[in-house]
C-alpha cells in the first residue's frame, strides 16, 4: 500500500498542471458501511480492471467508507488514488493479473487521505470529502460516480432516504438537496454523475442535478447489488462524450441481459439524462399537470409502468406512461420532442424478474415520476417541502383526499 501526500492544486509549482485536452479525472464517493460492503469493493476491483485496459493515461479517486478495512492503519474512511500511464501500468506497477484478490487492488492503491471515523453521509462531510479529492487533481473536467443505497428523493422508504447509508438506520443518509449542496461546494460542474443506487432516475433527481452536472447515467428501478460492470467500460466513461455515455449505459443493459438468459437474477433500466434539459421538461410537465389537474385529484396509477418493487408500489411511474394516459393514449408532440431531447438514452429488460418488476418497453420512457397518492402520507408531507412540488405544478392539484 503506499502513502501519497495528500495537496492542492493552488499555490504550488511543483503540482503538475493541466495539460490541453487532458482526460478527466474521475471520483467515486462510495458508501458502503452496510450489506453493499462486498459488491462496492468489488466493483473497485472492476474499475481497475478497466483502467487497466485503457489506451490513455487517467486518474481514478475513490473514497470508500465501508465495513472492509483499508490499509496497515485499518482505516475505513480513506480516499484511493489508482492512476493508469495507459500502457498497462497502474500507480507505476503492471497491473495486477486477472488472478488477483481484493485485497490486492486495495493494496496497489495509493493512499491519499485518511480520515477518522465519520459520517459519510453527512452534508458537511462530503462537502470535506469532495474537496479534498477534487484537490488531488488539477484536471479541469471531472466525472462523478456514486455508489449506496438510494431511494430517489423521498425522506423514507426501505432502509435509506434519498442517497446512501452509512451504517444502520434511515437517519444515516443524505437528503438530494443536501446532496445538491456538497456536490456544488467543489466549485466545478462534473461532467457526468452515474449513479450506482437504486431509483434515481426519476424527474425530481434529475431536476434537482440540472445544475450540478451535464450529464446523469441512472435507473428509474432498483439498481442490482452486482451494480454496473465497470471493467467493460472505463475507456467510455473517460471519454467525456454523449458517444461514450451511451454506450455506458448499452453496456449496463447488455451485462444484466447475459446475466438474465444465463439462468440469474437479473433486472435492469437505465438511461442517459441531458441535464441542461431539465428545466424545459419541467415546464412540459407543469402544462400538463395544470391542464390536468382536475384528473389527477383522484388518479389510480395502477395501470400504468410502475418503477418500485411489486412489494413497494407508488415510488414513481413512467413519466412518458403518465402523460399518455391523461392524453387519450397519445403522448403530446412538443411533450415527446421534449422527452427526447432530455432522455438521450434509455434501455432496459423486459419483464426480466416480473414477480419483483415488469417493465413494458412500450411503455419505458426513461424517466420515472412520483404522483401523490394517499396510500402514502409520510412521502406527501415532504414532496411539498421540495422545489419540484411548485415547479411541476403539482401546488395546482386540489386533490380529493388529505394531502
Given at each position: 500500500?503506499?502513502?501519497g501526500?495528500?495537496?492542492?492544486?493552488?499555490?504550488?509549482?511543483?503540482?503538475p498542471?493541466?495539460k490541453?485536452?487532458?482526460?478527466?479525472?474521475?471520483?467515486s464517493?462510495?458508501?458502503?458501511?452496510n450489506?453493499?460492503?462486498?459488491?462496492?469493493l468489488?466493483?473497485?476491483?472492476?474499475?481497475?480492471?478497466?483502467?487497466?485496459?485503457?489506451?490513455?493515461?487517467a486518474?481514478?479517486?475513490?473514497?470508500?467508507?465501508?465495513?472492509?478495512?483499508?490499509?496497515?492503519?485499518?482505516?475505513?474512511?480513506?480516499?484511493?488514488?489508482y492512476e493508469?500511464?495507459?500502457?498497462?501500468?497502474?500507480?507505476?506497477s503492471p497491473?495486477?493479473?486477472?488472478?488477483?484478490t481484493?485485497?490486492?487492488?486495495?493494496?496497489?492503491?495509493i493512499?491519499?487521505?485518511?480520515?477518522?471515523?465519520?459520517?459519510?453521509?453527512?452534508?458537511?462531510?462530503?462537502k470535506?470529502?469532495?474537496?479534498?479529492?477534487?484537490?488531488?487533481?488539477?484536471?479541469?473536467?471531472?466525472?462523478?460516480?456514486?455508489g449506496?443505497h438510494?431511494?430517489?428523493?423521498i425522506?423514507?422508504?426501505f432502509?435509506?432516504?434519498?442517497?446512501?447509508?452509512?451504517?444502520?438506520?434511515?437517519d444515516?443518509?443524505?437528503?438530494i438537496?443536501?446532496?445538491?449542496?456538497?456536490l456544488?461546494?467543489?466549485?466545478?460542474k462534473?461532467?457526468?454523475?452515474?449513479?450506482?443506487?437504486?431509483?434515481?432516475?426519476?424527474?425530481?433527481?434529475a431536476?434537482?442535478?440540472r445544475?450540478?452536472?451535464?450529464?446523469?447515467?441512472?435507473?428509474?428501478?432498483?439498481?442490482?447489488?452486482?451494480?454496473?460492470?465497470?471493467?467493460?467500460?472505463?475507456?467510455?466513461?473517460?471519454?467525456g462524450?454523449?458517444?461514450?455515455?451511451?454506450?455506458?449505459?448499452?453496456?449496463?443493459?447488455?451485462?444484466?441481459?447475459?446475466?438474465?438468459?444465463?439462468?440469474?437474477?437479473?433486472w435492469?433500466t437505465?438511461?442517459?439524462v441531458?441535464?441542461?434539459?431539465?428545466?424545459?421538461?419541467?415546464?412540459?410537465?407543469?402544462?400538463?399537470?395544470?391542464?390536468?389537474?382536475?384528473?389527477?385529484?383522484?388518479?389510480?396509477?395502477?395501470?400504468?409502468?410502475?418503477?418500485g418493487?411489486?412489494?413497494?408500489?407508488?415510488?414513481?411511474?413512467?413519466?412518458?406512461?403518465?402523460?399518455?394516459?391523461?392524453?387519450?393514449?397519445?403522448?403530446?408532440?412538443?411533450?415527446?420532442?421534449?422527452?427526447?431531447?432530455?432522455?438521450?438514452?434509455?434501455?432496459c429488460?423486459?419483464?426480466?424478474?416480473?414477480?419483483?418488476?415488469?417493465?413494458d418497453?412500450?411503455?419505458?420512457?426513461?424517466?420515472?415520476m412520483?404522483?401523490?397518492?394517499?396510500?402514502?402520507p409520510?412521502?406527501n408531507?415532504?414532496?411539498?417541502?421540495?422545489d419540484?412540488y411548485?415547479?411541476?405544478?403539482?401546488?395546482?392539484?386540489?386533490?380529493?383526499?388529505?394531502?
Open positions: 500500500m503506499l502513502v501526500l495528500f495537496y492542492s492544486c493552488d499555490g504550488n509549482e511543483d503540482i498542471q493541466p490541453p485536452n487532458e482526460t478527466m479525472t474521475i471520483l464517493y462510495l458508501v458502503a458501511n450489506n453493499l460492503d462486498n459488491y462496492l468489488a466493483n473497485i476491483g472492476a474499475m481497475y480492471d478497466g483502467l487497466a485496459m485503457m489506451a490513455e493515461s486518474v481514478l479517486l475513490v473514497y470508500w467508507d465501508g465495513r472492509t478495512s483499508v490499509g496497515e492503519n485499518a482505516s475505513k474512511h480513506l480516499i484511493l488514488k493508469t500511464d495507459g500502457k498497462g501500468n497502474i500507480n507505476g497491473a495486477l493479473d486477472f488472478s488477483y481484493l485485497d490486492d487492488v486495495l493494496d496497489e492503491a493512499i491519499v487521505k485518511e480520515y477518522a471515523p465519520q459520517l459519510s453521509t453527512d452534508k458537511e462531510i462530503m470535506l470529502v469532495l474537496r479534498d479529492m477534487v484537490a488531488q487533481t488539477c484536471s479541469e473536467k471531472l466525472g462523478l460516480i456514486v449506496s438510494a431511494s430517489s428523493w425522506n423514507s422508504i432502509v435509506s432516504r434519498s442517497f446512501g447509508q452509512d451504517g444502520s438506520g434511515t444515516n443518509t443524505i437528503l438537496s443536501d446532496m445538491v449542496e456538497a456544488q461546494s467543489v466549485g466545478k462534473f461532467e457526468f454523475i452515474l449513479c450506482d443506487a437504486c431509483y434515481m432516475g426519476t424527474v425530481e433527481v431536476y434537482a442535478f445544475d450540478v452536472t451535464d450529464y446523469q447515467i441512472v435507473s428509474a428501478m432498483e439498481v442490482r447489488a452486482y451494480g454496473f460492470p465497470y471493467d467493460e467500460f472505463m475507456t467510455d466513461l473517460y471519454q462524450s454523449v458517444d461514450g455515455y451511451k454506450r455506458v449505459c448499452q453496456t449496463y443493459i447488455e451485462y444484466n441481459k447475459e446475466q438474465y438468459e444465463s439462468g440469474g437474477y437479473a435492469g437505465v438511461a442517459l441531458d441535464s441542461k434539459e431539465m428545466q424545459y421538461m419541467a415546464d412540459c410537465i407543469r402544462q400538463e399537470i395544470v391542464e390536468h389537474k382536475d384528473v389527477l385529484a383522484d388518479y389510480a396509477t395502477d395501470h400504468l409502468q410502475e418503477y418493487r411489486r412489494s413497494a408500489p407508488h415510488i414513481a411511474v413512467d413519466l412518458g406512461h403518465l402523460f399518455k394516459e391523461l392524453n387519450g393514449g397519445v403522448l403530446p408532440a412538443s411533450f415527446s420532442s421534449q422527452l427526447d431531447k432530455a432522455v438521450l438514452y434509455k434501455g429488460l423486459e419483464n426480466a424478474s416480473p414477480s419483483y418488476f415488469n417493465v418497453v412500450a411503455n419505458y420512457s426513461g424517466l420515472g412520483y404522483v401523490p397518492v394517499s396510500a402514502r409520510e412521502w408531507a415532504y414532496f411539498k417541502t421540495i419540484w411548485t415547479t411541476s405544478g403539482w401546488n395546482e392539484v386540489n386533490f380529493n383526499w388529505n394531502f
